[in-house]
Every structure is written in structure tokens, then in C-alpha cells.
């Protein structure tokens, strides 16, 4: 398979006439410095849309159309389905192929209601339109699902049926419900939402100005719309809090302390108004809080929170804070109570602009809600640690008969341990990453990083966490953690991939394992995305193992998916090292013996040449070697004529001295290759302007300018042969009867017979 790389300029050596406008249009990425900048941080692979589509392992939903608003996604896979939310539309797509057969159900916000939204100054079509948030599996045969309706949130059900019977999919049009505190009235408000046992716990804003956020509960079996909400109280609970993700985790062996955990950021105000920063948190309640008495009735009595950083040393000394949560996702281990947790964050510095992969643990996380309170005197006042007395039961323990007889409700907690965490909400201590700072980050890129999904890869030579990350402009980073013995942990950037036709917000991605797919939404549509696409790391052993990709390995005749069940012999991969002399029988030392086929180009003296050198990864350093007619090859010192480009070799001024053979060699940890060998032939610039002159001078009725443009056009015809232009120049010389076109055709010739023969590499020039 062959990739072509979109996007790219793709000079060659024939290309002349392209050259200038080359030069003067793309010379700022064209000249990017090859060296100094950090090779681990550039994606080894870089697809674009067209080459993913291409590869197969990219497909876009057909169904989807601009400004839908692809943001919410439930994945099914006992029915191998997936339930998409748009605006105005809920889908019903195939796992295995979004396009097989999906059905649609159209579900628009009521006229009145589109009416009012517009006239409160809303956009008609970004706005006031039913924009579905909530899609939350309800039991075995319904989907609870809520949509913005035009700034009137409403909620309803979704029958499918019963599992492996033929799948219905109807709105029950007859039990629509208000979605206040269950769904947002904004369509971009971050949003968060999780049902469990029936019940639905939403992190969202409650009103139309999006003022009052609230982390709530409501339906339940008993379905008695009874709300249990945060206490409004903007100093201590939440303010404008913006939620991110809420899970369902047990946090003992007794189900009476099941919690729902909840990420969001929000903004704090610290003592003076003046400075108010926006912080990252960690949320959680008892799933049994049933709300207090007297100042908590209907409101969580079992509710802390703590901050969760995430931020480099800066070189001030004070650290950089990435402090805008932007995605959660909980990476499943063997114990359902310590998933692995992930977090994207961004910096809200208006100069430092910076994405960052930070990753915790549960024990970490309830060792902070074990620890000291926060204590506030006033509004004023700034957050410090508490030190008086702590009331029992210790505020924010679940209620639970196996603790305390007496207690077997929130209801019978005692006056001061609901006083007390009207208050102290707040632990004093925040969570830390597990590995102290970030597991990834990206700074001065001009992205920012959205979404991410972890897949935990089990691959030949050990387990790897792959990491998924979706970005604000359409890409997602492929990233793998490599633990090493001595030095840490490694960030390999494996790919990224452009899989979205135009650069848009990534919103959300959800992982199937069962499929082995990514399904990823963006603001104009919805894509599926195969995890890994092994073939496109090449056709050689070495090119498998260099990849470094948990999910594929050498299977004797080409790079393709591993399963570690498989029985077959052995398969060869290095995740850790990358080393293809360890692995693959075909490279006994660390250079390869292939030989790139020679290629012949033509320059013209005082002109400009290209020479293409396009290693297939990203991250090896290149070198280039030249050899000079009766001359030992050597490594060739770029200048200011000659000037080394990301994508080449950029020769100024040619001169009769640069024509020899040009060898490109890449090298990848220590394994090194030839990627391209380029004959340059530099042609006397006064003989091709010679022959015009004469043709003009003798009246042609073509002019000049003409005849080399002709010239030009032979060689770099598709179907250029060498013959071809021989014959041309011999007929025209030969017309001419210039003396010098015998030496000519000779030295034609002799670029012919070079062409034809194979070089071995002279082992002097070996890397290295
Ligand atoms: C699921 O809930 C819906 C809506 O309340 C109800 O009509 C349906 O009977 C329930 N299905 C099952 C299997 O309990
Ligand atoms: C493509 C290009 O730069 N062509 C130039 C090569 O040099 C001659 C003079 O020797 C110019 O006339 C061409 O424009």
C-alpha cells in the first residue's frame, strides 16, 4: 500500500519550474531548522485524513453534515451498537461500520421554544435548536436521553428493546420530562452526566444564564422527582463550576460506601475578589446520601472536594500550572475500586499556552479526603487548614449500619456534622500525580490537547498503556508510556492522525475493544478510527520493530496485529528499545544492506535543485553523503548554498562541482538506512541558454523563453525516458554542429549506465 502524503510540497528534482514559487511561498516550513529541535517529541508516523482513508482505518459517518454538533456518544456492545446525540437528532449506528444501516430518530426543540431562545438574543442555529447531552443506558430495554430543546431543557426515554431481539429505537414522546438539573440549557457548557441503579447524577448548570452549577441527583427506581443537589453557596460548595466527567466507585468492600466521584474546574476566589483563578477538582458523594435535615434537606450531606494539580517547575521557580481540566478517563485494572485515572489539562495563561497528561491514583485521591479539612472565617478570608474539632461521624462517611447502628441514614446525622461540611467542603491537602508531574505534555504547539481514551495493550515483549489524544484541531496523538528500569518513563509519540477532513474541536471519543475502534466526534462530524494500522509502519522486520507499536509485531512476513492467545511462532517486536538487531534475522548489524534505488536528476548550472528525502519516520535524524565522480564518498557539510530542509536537500546556485551521487541516510536508535540516492547531473547553464540564443538568433518563431520551458517540460514528464531526451539533444546538437555535444551525450551516457547499475554502499561511509 502506498501512502500519499496530502498537504506536502513534494519537490523534486525535475520539478524546475515549481522551484521558485517554492522557494518564495513555502520557504518558512520548507526551511523549518532540521536540527535542535527534540526528535521524541515529533510524531514518529503523521497521517493525514486522505492517507487514513486510503489505509482503511478511517471512516467517516456519511450521515454527518456541518454544525451538527457530535458530542455525545453511548456505546453498546452487547448490541455491537452505538447511540449517537446531535443536534435535533439521536443516531443508531453499527460498531463495525456507522454507515451499515443506521437508523435516526429527529427530535427538535418545540417552535415556541426556539422562538423565545432567539428573542433572548440566542444564535438561531448554534443555540436555539435541541442539542442532545444525555444519553445514559436506563435499564434493559430503555435509554434515558435529554436535549437542550432551545435553552428549555427536556428529557425523555429511548426504547431499543429487549437484547438480542430485533432493535427498536422510538422516543416515548408520551413521558417527556423537564431536564432542569439534569441536562444543560447550553449546548457548549461542559457537561457531565453518569446513571447508576437508575439513578442519574449530572453535574450541570440549573438555569438559563448558566449561573447556579449543581451536581445533583434525580429519577431512581421509586421515580418520586425528588432532587438531591449541592448547597448553593458560591464561597464554599461549587462556583461556575464546569464538570467534566462523574463515575460511579466503590471505595470498600461494603456497598454502603459506594461513592460517585466527580472531576470538574471551577473558579476560586481567594480571599480579595480581585484574584480569581480557575482550579481543577475532584468531587464525591455517598451514592446513599438521601440529604439532611434542617439547612441540608435535599441537598448532599456527604459532599468534598479536593484539588487535583497538575503543573511543571517553571524556571522562576514557581510552577507552571496547567489548571483547566479538559477530559477525564478512568483506565479499568483488575480492582474495580482503583482505576487508573487520567487527566488532560491546559494552561489558562494567556502567553504560555500548554497541554498536559497528568495521572492519579485512587489512593492518592482518598488519602486527600482523609486528610485535613480547609477552613474559611468569612468570604474574605483565604482557605486554611482546620485544626479544631471534628464532629462525628467524621464529615463525608458514608451513613452505614456496620459502622454505627445509630446511623443508617444521612438523615440521622448529628446537627454539627451537617453544619460542619456546610462549611468545610474543602480538604486542605490537593492530589498530586502519581508520578509527581506530567506523564505528557505539549507546550508551544499550536494546539491544545481535549480528549483522551487509554487502552492497556498487552504486547510481545511486556504491557503498555496507549494513550489517545484528541486535540482542538481535528488530530489525535497516538502515545505510549514506556517504563524503563533505569531512566524512568518514556513518551512515545507513535502517531498523529488527522481524522478530520478540516481542523475542528474534538468533543468526544469513546473506545470499543470488542471492535478494536475509536468513535470520535467533532462539531461537523463522526468518524470511526482503528486503533492500529500495522502495515503502514512498512514492509521489513525492522520497519515493524523500529514503530515501537504495542499493538503490532513481525509475524515472519509482515507487520501486523498482535494477540498474545495466538499460537503461532514466535513474533518479533521491541516496544521498549525499538532495536530491529535484536529482533529481526534479516539485519545482523545495525545497518541495513537494502540499497535505496539510485535516481537521476538534472540541474542547471546557477539554477536551484531539490533533492527529496522523506524518511517514512519522523523522529530519525538524517544524514546526507555525497559522492563526487573518482572521489570517496563523504559526508556532505551544509552551508549557506546548501541547505538541509525537513524534507530535503535545497541546493542554491548550482555549480558543475555539486554533481555526484547524493546518498540520504536515516537513522533511527541505531539502526540506519539509505532512504534515497540521488544522481545529480548539473548541466552547463550557458550551453541550455546557448541553444536558445542560437535558435533565436536564426529567427525561430518560438521565443526563448519557450524552447526551455519545452525543455523543462520533457524532463519532468511522467513518461520521460533518458533515450528520449538524447535524442532530442543529439538531433539539436547535431543540427547546430556545436563541437561540445559529442562530450555531452557522452557524459548522458555514462548517467545512463550509472542508473542501471546497483551500488553497494562503500564501506567507508558506513554510519557513524
Ligand atoms: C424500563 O423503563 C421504562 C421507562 O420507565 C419502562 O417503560 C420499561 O418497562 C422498563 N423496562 C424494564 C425491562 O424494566
Ligand atoms: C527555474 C529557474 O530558476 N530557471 C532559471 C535557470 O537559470 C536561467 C539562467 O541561467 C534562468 O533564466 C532561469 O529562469
Given amino acids: 500500500?502506498?501512502?500519499?502524503?496530502?498537504?506536502?510540497?513534494?519537490?523534486?528534482?525535475?520539478?524546475?519550474?515549481?522551484?521558485?514559487?517554492?522557494?518564495?511561498?513555502?520557504?518558512?516550513?520548507?526551511?523549518?531548522?532540521?536540527?535542535?529541535?527534540?526528535?521524541?517529541?515529533?510524531?514518529?508516523?503523521?497521517?493525514?485524513?486522505?492517507?487514513?482513508?486510503?489505509?482503511?482505518?478511517?471512516?467517516?459517518?456519511?450521515?454527518?453534515?456541518?454544525?451538527?454538533?457530535?458530542?455525545?456518544?453511548?456505546?453498546?456492545?452487547?448490541?455491537?451498537k452505538l447511540l449517537l446525540g446531535a443536534k435535533d437528532h439521536v443516531f443508531l449506528l453499527s460498531l463495525v461500520d456507522l454507515n451499515k444501516n443506521f437508523k435516526k430518530i429527529h427530535w427538535p426543540a418545540a417552535k415556541e421554544r426556539v422562538e423565545l431562545c432567539k428573542l433572548a438574543g440566542k444564535d438561531a442555529n448554534t443555540e436555539c435548536a435541541n442539542f442532545i447531552r444525555v444519553l445514559q443506558p436506563y435499564n434493559k430495554t430503555h435509554v434515558y436521553v435529554c436535549g437542550t430543546g432551545a435553552f428549555h431543557p427536556m428529557c425523555g426515554y429511548i426504547d431499543l428493546g429487549l437484547y438480542k431481539e430485533e432493535v427498536t429505537f422510538k422516543l416515548d414522546t408520551h413521558t417527556l420530562e423537564s431536564g432542569r438539573l439534569k441536562c444543560p440549557f447550553d449546548p457548549q457548557q461542559a457537561f457531565a452526566s453518569v446513571m447508576t441503579d437508575e439513578y442519574l447524577y449530572s453535574g450541570t448548570a440549573s438555569d438559563f444564564l448558566g449561573k447556579d452549577t449543581a451536581f445533583t441527583r434525580s429519577l431512581g427506581p421509586t421515580h418520586d422527582h425528588h432532587y438531591i443537589r449541592t448547597d448553593i453557596s458560591e464561597h464554599y460548595w461549587l462556583s461556575g463550576a464546569k464538570f467534566i466527567g462523574t463515575f460511579p466507585i466503590p471505595d470498600t468492600y461494603n456497598p454502603d460506601d459506594d461513592k460517585i466521584y466527580f472531576f470538574f474546574r471551577e473558579s476560586s476566589q481567594e480571599g480579595s475578589t480581585s484574584d480569581k483563578a480557575i482550579l481543577s477538582r475532584v468531587g464525591r458523594v455517598c451514592k446513599n446520601d438521601g440529604g439532611g435535615q434542617r439547612s441540608l434537606i435535599n441537598k448532599?450531606?456527604?459532599?468534598?472536594?479536593?484539588?487535583?494539580?497538575?503543573?511543571?517547575?517553571?524556571?522562576?521557580?514557581?510552577?507552571?500550572?496547567?489548571?483547566?481540566?479538559?477530559?477525564?478517563?478512568l483506565l479499568p485494572t483488575r480492582d474495580e475500586r482503583n482505576p487508573v485515572v487520567y487527566g488532560v489539562f491546559t494552561t489558562s495563561s494567556s502567553i504560555f499556552k500548554g497541554s498536559a497528561v497528568c495521572v492519579y491514583s485512587m489512593a492518592d485521591i482518598r488519602a486527600v479526603f482523609n486528610g485535613p479539612y480547609a477552613h474559611k472565617e468569612s468570604a474574605d478570608h483565604r482557605w486554611v487548614q482546620y485544626e479544631g474539632r471534628i464532629p462525628y461521624p467524621?464529615?463525608?462517611?458514608?451513613?452505614?449500619?456496620?459502622?454505627?447502628?445509630?446511623?443508617?441514614?444521612?438523615?440521622?446525622?448529628?446537627?454539627?456534622?451537617?453544619?460542619?461540611?456546610?462549611?468545610?467542603?474543602?480538604?486542605?491537602?490537593?492530589?498530586?500525580?502519581?508520578?509527581?508531574?506530567?506523564?505528557?505534555?505539549?507546550?508551544?504547539?499550536?494546539?491544545?490537547?481535549?480528549?483522551?481514551?487509554?487502552?492497556?495493550?498487552?504486547?510481545?515483549?511486556?504491557?503498555?498503556?496507549?494513550?489517545?489524544?484528541?486535540t482542538d484541531v481535528g488530530t489525535v496523538l497516538k502515545v505510549v508510556s514506556i517504563s524503563k528500569e533505569k531512566?524512568?518513563?518514556?513518551?512515545?509519540?507513535l502517531e498523529e492522525l488527522q481524522v478530520f477532513k478540516h481542523s475542528s474541536t474534538i468533543l468526544t471519543m469513546e473506545l470499543s475493544l470488542k471492535q478494536q475502534q475509536l468513535y470520535i466526534?467533532?462539531?461537523?462530524?463522526?468518524?470511526?478510527?482503528?486503533?492500529?494500522?500495522?502495515?503502514?509502519?512498512?514492509?521489513?522486520?525492522?520497519?515493524?520493530?523500529?514503530?515501537?507499536?504495542?499493538?503490532?509485531?513481525?509475524?515472519?512476513?509482515?507487520?501486523?496485529?498482535?494477540?498474545?492467545?495466538?499460537?503461532?511462532?514466535?513474533?518479533?517486536?521491541?516496544?521498549?528499545?525499538?532495536?530491529?538487531?535484536?529482533?529481526?534475522?534479516?539485519?545482523?548489524?545495525?545497518?541495513?544492506?537494502?540499497?535505496?534505488?539510485?535516481?537521476?536528476?538534472?540541474?542547471?548550472?546557477?539554477?536551484?535543485?531539490?533533492?527529496?528525502?522523506?524518511?517514512?519516520?519522523?523522529?530519525?535524524?538524517?544524514?546526507?553523503?555525497?559522492?563526487?565522480?573518482?572521489?570517496?564518498?563523504?559526508?556532505l557539510k551544509p552551508d549557506e548554498r546548501v541547505v538541509r530542509t525537513e524534507l530535503g536537500l535545497l541546493i542554491r546556485s548550482l555549480q558543475r562541482r555539486d554533481s555526484g551521487v547524493y546518498s540520504c541516510q536515516a537513522r533511527e536508535h541505531s539502526f540506519v538506512h539509505t532512504v534515497a540516492r540521488l544522481a545529480l547531473s548539473v548541466l552547463d547553464?550557458?550551453?541550455?541558454?546557448?541553444?536558445?540564443?542560437?535558435?533565436?538568433?536564426?529567427?525561430?518563431?518560438?521565443?526563448?523563453?519557450?524552447?526551455?520551458?519545452?525543455?523543462?517540460?520533457?524532463?519532468?514528464?511522467?513518461?520521460?525516458?533518458?533515450?528520449?531526451?538524447?535524442?532530442?539533444?543529439?538531433?539539436?546538437?547535431?543540427?547546430?554542429?556545436?563541437?561540445?555535444?559529442?562530450?555531452?551525450?557522452?557524459?548522458?551516457?555514462?548517467l545512463k549506465k550509472k542508473r542501471n547499475r546497483r551500488h553497494p554502499r562503500a564501506p567507508g561511509a558506513a554510519a557513524t
Avoid at 448532599?300 to 522562576?316: H, Q, V
Avoid at 470511526?528 to 520493530?545: E, F, I, M, V
Fill in 521 to 635: 466526534g467533532s462539531r461537523d462530524g463522526l468518524v470511526q478510527l482503528s486503533l492500529h494500522r500495522c502495515d503502514t509502519y512498512g514492509k521489513a522486520c525492522a520497519d515493524c520493530c523500529l514503530a515501537r507499536d504495542p499493538y503490532c509485531a513481525w509475524d515472519g512476513n509482515a507487520c501486523s496485529r498482535y494477540a498474545p492467545t495466538s499460537k503461532r511462532r514466535a513474533r518479533r517486536q521491541d516496544v521498549k528499545y525499538g532495536d530491529p538487531v535484536t529482533q529481526c534475522w534479516d539485519v545482523e548489524d545495525s545497518i541495513s544492506h537494502e540499497t535505496a534505488d539510485e535516481k537521476v536528476i538534472f540541474g542547471i548550472e546557477f539554477n536551484s535543485t531539490f533533492l527529496e528525502c522523506v524518511p517514512k519516520s519522523q523522529q530519525a535524524s538524517i544524514k546526507w553523503y555525497i559522492q563526487r565522480a573518482g572521489e570517496e564518498e563523504c559526508e
Fill in 685 to 750: 547553464g550557458r550551453q541550455v541558454d546557448g541553444g536558445a540564443r542560437a535558435e533565436r538568433e536564426g529567427g525561430a518563431a518560438q521565443g526563448a523563453r519557450l524552447r526551455y520551458k519545452d525543455y523543462l517540460q520533457i524532463l519532468s514528464s511522467p513518461g520521460f525516458s533518458l533515450d528520449q531526451y538524447c535524442e532530442r539533444m543529439w538531433h539539436r546538437e547535431k543540427r547546430r554542429q556545436r563541437p561540445k555535444a559529442g562530450a555531452k551525450w557522452k557524459h548522458v551516457q555514462e
Fill in 1 to 80: 500500500m502506498s501512502i500519499h502524503r496530502e498537504g506536502r510540497a513534494k519537490p523534486r528534482g525535475l520539478d524546475l519550474p515549481l522551484l521558485p514559487t517554492l522557494l518564495t511561498l513555502s520557504m518558512a516550513t520548507l526551511l523549518l531548522p532540521v536540527l535542535g529541535t527534540s526528535k521524541q517529541d515529533i510524531p514518529r508516523l503523521r497521517l493525514t485524513y486522505k492517507d487514513l482513508l486510503l489505509s482503511n482505518s478511517c471512516i467517516p459517518f456519511l450521515g454527518s453534515s456541518e454544525g451538527l454538533d457530535f458530542q455525545t456518544l453511548l456505546l453498546d456492545e452487547e448490541r455491537g
Fill in 394 to 470: 467524621r464529615p463525608g462517611t458514608c451513613p452505614s449500619r456496620t459502622y454505627d447502628p445509630l446511623i443508617k441514614s444521612t438523615r440521622d446525622f448529628p446537627d454539627d456534622v451537617i453544619s460542619f461540611i456546610r462549611r468545610h467542603p474543602v480538604m486542605y491537602k490537593a492530589v498530586y500525580p502519581a508520578s509527581g508531574g506530567p506523564t505528557f505534555k505539549r507546550i508551544n504547539v499550536d494546539y491544545r490537547l481535549t480528549q483522551i481514551v487509554v487502552d492497556h495493550v498487552v504486547a510481545e515483549d511486556g504491557q503498555y498503556d496507549v494513550m489517545f489524544l484528541g
Fill in 487 to 493: 531512566w524512568g518513563v518514556e513518551e512515545v509519540v
Fill in 300 to 329: 448532599w450531606t456527604t459532599f468534598l472536594k479536593a484539588r487535583l494539580t497538575c503543573s511543571i517547575p517553571g524556571r522562576d521557580g514557581a510552577d507552571t500550572h496547567f489548571d483547566e481540566l479538559q477530559d477525564i478517563y
